[in-house]
């Protein structure tokens, strides 16, 4: 079943999202890509779909984004991981994906 999850990032900001499979279990050979779209079901891509690390024997799995891939419009998205085993796609984990602006220091 796949996992709800909202994750807030400041614009232009370097993080590691760390996700498990629920409940626990291995993946094994297994591909899995995260993408951030305009709205659930969109073609739009935010942050164009990356390949998440290997799942380990627990169904765990992370992604890096950079600071580049989130140099993106402040505003609520829509994020999913997504499983391909032996040409089978299945939704791991979904949720808004919120990017805050970035704080702006007061000028003297």
């Known amino acids: 079943m796949a996992t709800k999850t909202n994750i807030a990032i400041p614009r232009g900001s ?13 993946l094994p050979g297994s591909t899995v890509k ?3 779209s305009r709205r659930a079901n969109s073609s739009t891509k935010i942050i164009a779909t990356k390949s998440c690390s290997t799942p380990d024997e627990n ?7 950079t600071a580049s891939d989130m140099n993106v419009d402040p505003g609520e998205y829509f994020w999913d991981t997504r499983v ?17 602006p970035i704080a702006q220091l007061p000028t003297a």
């Open 34 to 36: 995260f993408t951030v």
């Open 84 to 100: 391909t085993t032996s040409g089978v796609e299945t939704l791991l984990g979904y949720g808004i994906f919120t990017v805050t």
């Open 59 to 65: 169904g765990a799995y992370y992604l890096d984004l």
């Open 14 to 26: 370097s993080v590691r999202l760390n996700f498990s499979n629920a409940p626990a279990g291995a």
